[in-house]
């Protein structure tokens, strides 16, 4: 079955510190991956897909096949970046996507 | 356009009554779908549009629940006869043509309360 597990409710860091969210999947074959943010009363937003291989708001996603995992990490958070955050998983022949429970990121001042 | 519409964006109803709800895709988008998103829980899949192919309508939670897309525009979500389990925030995007990593683009969501 597919699967997507962010393992963290609440991610809480101080500004400047290091940003991991985490995220597994679970698929057979060749997923396509995803990060959506959704910021205070904004509507849910594509930040990154793993093909792209691209660094969005300095956060970088890395797909670990073997780990089976697409983690989120930003070098240095900032207040601006609080947020909900969501990994998705595309796969197959169908477009629709397959979130996970997402993890609410406070970077504290 | 603005980006992908819906209305209404809060919905209080009465058990047992009927809701209709509304996107408005973004024009061009020939990609269409419905999510829900219950409190607590991620983006549940419900249904996916897609031109004038057969919808996928393999996330739908029973058969209370219909959606219906006139071409390649508006699209309706029916629920008959709510439960309250059916509360959720009800969220519709859109993309190009179905294909490899086309963006979705998502509404604001409907807030559907179920009392």
């Known amino acids: 079955a597919q699967r997507v597990t962010q393992p963290e409710k609440l991610l809480s860091v101080f500004k400047g510190a290091p940003v991991e969210l985490k995220c597994n999947y679970s698929?057979?074959?060749?997923?396509?991956l995803f990060w959506y943010v959704q910021y205070s009363r904004q509507r849910l937003q594509l930040l990154l897909r793993?093909?792209s291989r691209e660094s969005i708001k300095g956060f970088t996603a890395d797909l670990n096949k073997g780990e089976t995992s697409f983690h989120l990490k930003k070098p240095f958070a900032q207040e601006e970046d609080s947020a909900m955050y969501y990994c998705?998983?595309?796969?197959?022949?169908?477009?629709?996507?397959?979130f996970g429970t997402g993890t609410l990121l406070a970077v504290q001042p | 356009g603005a980006g992908v519409s819906q209305s209404p964006s809060n919905k209080v109803t009465e058990k047992g009554k009927d809701v209709e709800l509304r996107c408005d895709p973004i024009?061009?988008?020939?990609?269409l779908y419905w999510y829900r998103q219950r409190l607590g829980q991620g983006l549940e899949f419900l249904i996916y549009?897609?031109?004038?192919?057969?919808?996928?309508k393999s996330g739908l939670p029973s058969d209370r629940f219909s959606a219906e897309r006139t071409g390649e525009s508006v699209s309706t979500l029916t629920i008959q006869r709510t439960q309250q389990e059916d509360s959720a925030v009800y969220l519709c995007?859109?993309?190009?043509?179905?294909?490899?990593?086309?963006?979705?683009?998502f509404g604001p969501g409907t807030r559907l309360t179920v009392t």
């Open positions: 698929y057979s074959g060749s997923p396509e």
């Open positions: 024009s061009g988008h020939t990609a």
């Open positions: 998705a998983l595309r796969g197959g022949a169908t477009n629709k996507l397959i």
């Open positions: 995007a859109s993309s190009l043509t179905s294909g490899r990593s086309y963006e979705q683009y």
């Open positions: 793993h093909i």
């Open positions: 549009f897609q031109g004038n192919s057969a919808p996928d």
